[in-house]
Structure formats: structure tokens, C-alpha cells
């Protein structure tokens, strides 16, 4: 057998940046976002002036630690690959259907490819490591076709770059937008060609639903941009549906020889929809990580096939023949016996996802902790959620979203640490929930309270739009404070926030009136407004 880890360290010394062969490996898309299963593909161009028989020719995968090998397609009999034309080998679930099947997956480096003609090698394209190391959903690609290798968008079974080409992409993952609030879609324009761009564009973002197809937002834009360089555009769109729609953008140029890449599109959903994500525990202590999905539908809702991704792509799918009943909760958890342990009113409504579990981070330092994406079977985003670290280094303890009710495109604004005793409620209403969200002055449930009947009794309070902080007292009649509720910063629409009926040394307060006092901070540092509200708590004891 071959010794491939000598071979390619002979080639990484030898094998020039340009290949002058009569067939190459033209393309390579390695690691795909999430599952790479199936999605994978390599590409052959043939650039001589001929035609080229492939009988005999086949592709290995080398692996770059330990130099063994595996084939991962063999040409049939009287295969050719034409003058200037391409050959794609790929997955099942390719995007372009590929016309030859690869044999097994590309692993994700440091590795090579090699094509073989017998047991000559003809080229190789090596990855990782020292080498051209792609993003998830980038492919390796000679740039222009049959020359030097630089990581690009995909071109299966396409030529890897025009001369005079501009694609419009959507920047960074979208997310599920408000009912009724326009939005900023910002996409991405990209000189693709091999020459400059200098000129005029014409930006259109069209919504459609049932057949019908409307224009929510347009933008025209002025472009100098050499080739490989890129411009964030935001576009501003209103009138964008309820419900499940498909946007699409398009960029519209004079010159451009490339219309593939001139327009995307993706379907989703407005917010809140159907299936909510209500609560979330991402740094737990023993029951793992979860998350929690409610339907605030009326109807049962099928969630086979449904997958939960993450900013990285990981991701996990619920299984088959699974239904979310209306009005109820369901409970998708890293470990379901761990979380039925530490959550026992929680059991029976948990399930694990099957493929993976999307990694829950606690904060990168730039204000964004994570994003969790909700995708039904067909790949339409029914929710979106972006959270920050809200319970600094404490484990066990939950966020929690203010209401079902709120659209969950509102960034860092629904959600609240979770006040519960036991860090959480799986499966249960919310800690803060209320189901009103005040516009003004503050909300009390219930009013009268009863500690040993109710619990507990919360207060919500509308937050306005300069306060950045604030401080919720409790005190009686007399002026006596009895307890300091809650403090922090103030990052939803509202804060919400509870109180069990006992005073600051823990000892049950006696039947009466009592008044919460919640004060704001502003930017300047002093306390900008004061709100109060009043509670009967009855005790049985005077």
C-alpha cells in the first residue's frame, strides 16, 4: 500500500499553485453547515482542447494524520469529460443533483483529495491545516477554473468565476421578523468576477405568500469593488406578511455575466408564530442543557422532522410522528433523565434530539451569547431567538421569555433571568409570566395575594426607552421598608420580578397593604422615574 503521508509531503514541496493538466479537480466543498452527510461534492474540469476518456480514472480521499486512503468514486466504463467541461460528484443531497454519486463523506481536514488515472496520480487538492482551510459552507475552488485554490461560495457543477460577475447573498443568518414592524434585511454583495466592478445596482426585496409576490423594500447602490472584495447593504422593508412567506433579494446590474447567483431567497415565518421558544437553561448544573418550545396555537401542531440549529450549525431533529398540543409545552433536553431528576414536575413531557444537540454558548464578549434557529422539515425558519449571558457565572439557572405573546425578533428583549427557586420551569408556565405586558404603570398578579394559596405574587412594570437600570423596594403603610424585591439592568420592554410574602429576615409578613416601589435609572447615573403599585396580601395574621 501507498505511503500517502510521504506522497503529500512531497507535494506540498513540488506541486505548483497552477495546474497544467488535462483534467483537475476544479472544486471541493468539504464541510457543509450542520451535517455534512450528503451534502459534499467534488467537481473535474477538463481545460485541454480535448476531450478526455475517464475509464480507469477514480478519487481518493487521503487522510492527512494517519496517510490511509479510501476510494470515493471510480468512473464507469466510457465515461468522458468533454473540452471545457465539468464533471460533478456529489451527495445524495446536493443541491444541483450531482451525475455522479460519491462513495462515503469528504472528511474536514487537514486532508487531500487525489485524482487517479490507474494508480498515476493526475492532481491533487490538499485542505486544512497549513493549507486553504474554508469556513462551513464554503468550498475549496480554483480561481479562475483549472488555476490556484482559494476558498469561495459553491459552484456545483458551474464555473467557479466569470469575468464580470456581482452576487447578492443574505449576510449572516436571518431571523424571524416582527407582524406588522418593518425590518432591516441586510444582505451581502460580493465581486465574484475575475475583473473590478465599478458601477450602479439595483437592490429588490420581494415578499411571497399564496402566489402572490409584493415588493417590500428596494435600494439602489453604487459599487467599486475589486475582485473577491465585498459591502454590507441594509435594506429597509415594510409590509412584510404574517405568517409563512419566502423573501427573496435580488440585485439587478449592467455587465454581469453570471445570473445564477443574482438572487436568493428563503422561507420563514413572522413572530411570534405558531411554536414559541419560551425558555432557555445554557449553563446548567447536572440536567443538562434544554430548551423549552410552547404552542400558542389552537390547534396541534406536527413537529416531525422539525430541527433546533445553533449560530455554529450544529443542530438536532425531532422525531417522527411527534405533536405539540395547543396551549402545551414541550420540553427538548441534552439529556432527558437528567432534567426529569432535577425537574420531576417537568416528566413526560421531554424528549431528546435525535443527530446532535446545537451547542448552547454562555457569551462570546460581544453582547450576543447565541442564536437558536426552529426550522420545520421543509428548511422554513418558524423561529429565531438571540440571547446574551444573563446570569453571569451562576449554573442551574434558566432565561426565561417575558410572554409567548412578544415577537422574538425584538434583540435581547424578552428575555429575564429566571427568579424560580429551582432555577426553572420545564414544562410549566414561566416564572415571570403574566400575560399582560403593561404600556405603562405596573401590572400586579394576583391582587389580593395569598402566600400560602398563591405562592407568589409578581409585578411587571413597563421599562422606558433611556433607562438602563433599576431597584424594586417593598414597604407597609407606615413607610417601613420590608424588603428589596429585585435590582439590575434593564434589557425587555418590561421587568418582571416576584416576591413570596416574607420580609428582608425571612419571618411571614402580617395581613395588610402593602406598596412596591420600583425606581429607574437613566444614562446620566440618577434615578429618572419612580413607580409604584399596591398589593392586599391576607396571611391570617394581623
Not at 73 to 98: N, T, Y
Not at 108 to 114: R, S
Not at 210 to 223: A, H, N
Request: proline share 5%.
Amino acid at each position: 500500500m501507498k505511503t500517502w503521508r510521504f506522497l503529500l509531503l512531497i507535494l506540498a514541496i513540488t506541486v505548483p499553485d497552477t495546474v497544467f493538466s488535462q483534467v483537475v479537480i476544479n472544486e471541493v466543498y468539504y464541510d457543509h453547515p450542520g451535517s455534512d452527510s450528503g451534502f459534499e461534492f467534488i467537481e473535474l474540469y477538463c481545460p485541454g482542447g480535448a476531450g478526455v476518456s475517464l475509464s480507469g480514472w477514480s478519487i481518493i480521499m487521503i487522510d492527512g494524520r494517519t496517510g490511509g486512503s479510501r476510494e470515493l468514486w471510480a468512473a464507469g466504463s466510457g465515461r468522458v469529460i468533454e473540452s471545457g467541461g465539468l464533471i460533478l460528484i456529489g451527495g445524495d443531497s446536493c443541491v444541483v443533483s450531482p451525475a455522479d454519486l460519491l462513495a462515503g463523506s469528504i472528511e474536514n481536514g487537514p486532508d487531500a483529495v487525489a485524482l487517479l488515472r490507474g494508480s498515476e496520480e493526475i492532481d491533487l487538492a490538499r485542505y486544512g491545516g497549513d493549507d486553504p482551510g474554508c469556513t462551513a459552507g464554503s468550498s475549496l475552488s480554483r480561481r479562475p477554473d483549472g488555476s490556484g485554490f482559494v476558498c469561495s461560495q459553491p459552484t456545483p457543477g458551474l464555473r467557479n468565476f466569470h469575468d464580470l460577475d456581482l452576487s447578492v447573498s443574505f449576510c449572516g443568518p436571518l431571523h424571524v421578523h416582527c407582524i406588522s414592524v418593518s425590518s432591516d434585511i441586510h444582505v451581502y454583495l460580493e465581486n465574484r468576477g475575475l475583473e473590478g466592478f465599478s458601477g450602479n445596482g439595483f437592490l429588490t426585496v420581494s415578499s411571497m405568500q399564496e402566489g402572490f409576490r409584493s415588493v417590500v423594500g428596494s435600494r439602489q447602490v453604487s459599487l467599486s469593488l475589486n475582485g473577491g472584495e465585498g459591502q454590507q447593504i441594509r435594506v429597509n422593508c415594510t409590509g412584510l406578511p404574517s405568517g409563512i412567506s419566502t423573501l427573496e433579494i435580488c440585485i439587478e446590474t449592467d455587465g454581469d455575466t453570471n445570473p445564477v447567483n443574482d438572487r436568493e431567497s428563503i422561507s420563514f415565518n413572522s413572530s411570534p408564530g405558531e411554536v414559541v421558544i419560551t425558555e432557555i437553561m445554557y449553563r446548567p448544573d447536572g440536567s443538562g442543557e434544554w430548551i423549552e418550545l410552547f404552542n400558542r396555537s389552537s390547534v396541534a401542531v406536527d413537529l416531525s422532522g422539525w430541527s433546533v440549529t445553533d449560530r455554529s450549525g450544529a443542530s438536532g431533529s425531532i422525531a417522527g410522528g411527534v405533536e405539540i398540543e395547543a396551549g402545551s409545552f414541550l420540553v427538548i433536553a441534552q439529556d432527558p433523565g437528567a432534567v426529569s431528576s432535577i425537574f420531576p414536575a417537568s416528566a413526560g413531557m421531554i424528549m431528546s434530539l435525535a443527530g446532535g444537540w446545537p451547542r448552547l454558548n454562555d457569551g462570546d464578549g460581544n453582547g450576543t451569547a447565541e442564536e437558536i434557529f426552529l426550522r420545520r422539515s421543509d428548511g422554513t425558519m418558524m423561529e429565531s431567538v438571540v440571547y446574551r449571558s444573563m446570569i453571569g457565572d451562576e449554573k442551574g439557572r434558566s432565561i426565561e421569555r417575558l410572554s409567548p405573546e412578544l415577537c422574538s425578533a425584538d434583540r435581547n428583549g424578552i428575555w429575564l433571568r429566571c427568579g424560580a427557586a429551582a432555577g426553572g420551569t420545564p414544562g410549566e408556565w414561566n416564572y415571570c409570566h403574566t400575560g399582560v405586558i403593561p404600556v405603562v404603570g405596573m401590572f400586579v398578579s394576583p391582587e389580593p395575594f395569598c402566600p400560602e394559596l398563591d405562592g407568589m405574587v409578581r409585578f411587571t412594570v413597563a421599562v422606558g426607552p433611556t433607562e438602563i437600570s433599576y431597584g424594586a423596594r417593598l414597604f407597609d403603610m407606615s413607610g417601613r421598608e420590608v424588603s428589596r424585591l429585585a435590582s439590575g439592568p434593564v434589557d425587555a420592554p418590561a421587568v418582571s420580578f416576584g416576591w413570596d410574602g416574607r420580609d428582608s429576615s425571612g419571618k411571614r409578613v402580617v395581613t395588610g397593604l402593602y406598596i412596591c416601589v420600583v425606581e429607574f435609572t437613566g444614562s446620566g447615573g440618577g434615578v429618572c422615574r419612580r413607580e409604584k403599585g399596591t398589593v392586599a396580601v391576607w396571611t391570617g395574621q394581623r
